[in-house]
């Protein structure tokens, strides 16, 4: 497995041609507009971008990767705040009529909407580094009306941590690659499956609970509203 993946990542390396054209052509902007545009709810492979850029800097070194992370946490700051406004104009009525594209679902919009209630601030950090979440986290704060102050911190918090350190891991990653191998190597495959893998497993385990929960607190929410509508005024 670990081989599979240090030739995967050698593969990328030799294709560092394909990267600097790219970013020779347009510089860090194409790293800091795509990481913004995915941020905002386009499908675009920004994390796949920020590794590759941040490859090509470790082992070319034609880019500064103090740059690349700065240009990405800007893009995912700006991006953030964009699709926060989106969703806070716009409501839930963007998602419900394009979401089913790309899985949000009605049962998982709810769940959105619940954990977001419950758990706002958390739900906008830690979706920065779940995929499908980092996509849609900033529409769906700003369709829950969640405070913009609070929503800043965290999402400040959260761009910087994921931009910042997939860039920087990664450089590193780019520089000392040729010295992982042996026991050590195999070690933190190991360990790195395994921590994948228990998250996959405790997000399946426990969407159906939130998902359940999220459905009860929306009848309850429901019910009291149906009884304040009843009281005389």
Same mark, same amino acid.
């Given at each position: 497995?670990?081989?599979?993946?240090?030739?995967?990542?050698?593969?990328?390396?030799?294709?560092?041609?394909?990267?600097?054209?790219?970013?020779?052509?347009?510089?860090?902007?194409?790293?800091?507009?795509?990481?913004?545009?995915?941020?905002?709810? %386009?499908?675009?492979? *920004?994390?796949?971008? #920020?590794?590759? =850029?941040?490859? &090509? /800097?470790?082992? $070319?070194?034609? +880019?500064?990767?103090?740059?690349?992370?700065?240009?990405?946490?800007?893009?995912?700051?700006?991006?953030?705040?964009?699709?926060?406004?989106?969703?806070?104009?716009?409501?839930?009525?963007?998602?419900?009529?394009?979401?089913?594209?790309?899985?949000?679902?009605?049962?998982?919009?709810?769940?959105?909407?619940?954990?977001?209630?419950?758990?706002?601030?958390?739900?906008?950090?830690?979706?920065?580094?779940?995929?499908?979440?980092?996509?849609?986290?900033?529409?769906?704060?700003?369709?829950?009306?969640?405070?913009?102050?609070?929503? %800043?911190?965290?999402? *400040?918090?959260?761009? #910087?941590?994921? =931009?910042?350190? &997939? /860039?920087?891991? $990664?450089?590193? +990653?780019?520089?000392?690659?040729?010295?992982?191998?042996?026991?050590?190597?195999?070690?933190?495959?190991?360990?790195?499956?395994?921590?994948?893998?228990?998250?996959?497993?405790?997000?399946?385990?426990?969407?159906?609970?939130?998902?359940?929960?999220?459905?009860?607190?929306?009848?309850?929410?429901?019910?009291?509203?149906?009884?304040?509508?009843?009281?005389?005024?």
């Amino acid at each position: 497995m670990f081989r599979h993946i240090l030739y995967r990542i050698r593969t990328l390396l030799h294709l560092t041609h394909i990267l600097d054209q790219l970013l020779r052509q347009y510089g860090y902007g194409v790293i800091g507009v795509t990481v913004m545009f995915e941020s905002m709810g %386009l499908p675009l492979p *920004a994390e796949s971008l #920020i590794i590759g =850029a941040s490859l &090509y /800097a470790g082992s $070319t070194h034609h +880019l500064e990767i103090r740059w690349i992370a700065l240009a990405a946490v800007l893009g995912a700051i700006m991006g953030d705040n964009i699709g926060y406004l989106l969703g806070h104009h716009f409501g839930y009525s963007i998602l419900q009529k394009h979401g089913k594209k790309v899985g949000l679902t009605e049962e998982r919009l709810m769940l959105g909407r619940y954990l977001f209630r419950k758990h706002g601030g958390i739900v906008v950090f830690f979706g920065r580094f779940i995929a499908v979440l980092r996509v849609f986290v900033a529409i769906l704060a700003g369709a829950n009306r969640m405070p913009w102050h609070s929503f %800043l911190i965290f999402n *400040a918090m959260g761009g #910087i941590c994921w =931009a910042g350190g &997939y /860039a920087f891991v $990664t450089y590193e +990653l780019g520089q000392q690659i040729e010295k992982i191998s042996g026991p050590v190597g195999i070690i933190m495959a190991v360990l790195g499956v395994c921590c994948l893998l228990g998250a996959f497993l405790f997000l399946k385990k426990n969407e159906k609970r939130l998902t359940e929960e999220a459905m009860k607190h929306a009848e309850a929410e429901e019910k009291k509203d149906n009884s304040r509508q009843k009281k005389p005024a």
